[in-house]
């Protein structure tokens, strides 16, 4: 079983900057992968980063460039930059862990981002 809680969101102008943080509990957390999500009002959860135990990342298209990943293994962490937010950035970010069969979700937190 593992627990996710993220942490960092809130609302940043246009053009700013966010880091958001996701602690896990349990064990073998280098094990997972380990991925950020976001939902927007009215859409569909999409993928916005994710990044292997070997720390291979992989990205949306919409935020390469402007997002990265990252993960201390000895804090069981995994984090996510955010430079040059856009409005469209606005949505709940959800952390994810990923071990086949299992998959573990964070309860999201709220990043808004201002014109």
């Known amino acids: 079983q593992v627990q996710l809680v993220e942490s960092g969101g809130g609302l940043v102008q246009a053009g700013g900057s966010l880091r958001l943080s996701c602690a896990a509990s349990?064990?073998?957390?280098?094990?997972?992968?380990m991925g950020w999500y976001r939902q927007a009002p009215g859409k569909q959860r999409e993928l916005v980063a994710t990044?292997?135990?070997?720390?291979?990342?992989n990205y949306a298209d919409s935020v390469k460039g402007r997002f990265t990943i990252s993960r201390d293994n000895a804090k069981n962490a995994v984090y996510l930059q955010m430079n040059s937010l856009k409005p469209e950035d606005t949505a709940v970010y959800y952390c994810n862990a990923y071990w086949a069969p299992w998959d573990y979700w964070g309860q999201g937190t709220q990043v808004t981002v201002s014109s």
């Open positions: 349990g064990s073998v957390f280098s094990s997972y992968r």
């Open positions: 990044i292997t135990s070997g720390g291979h990342t």
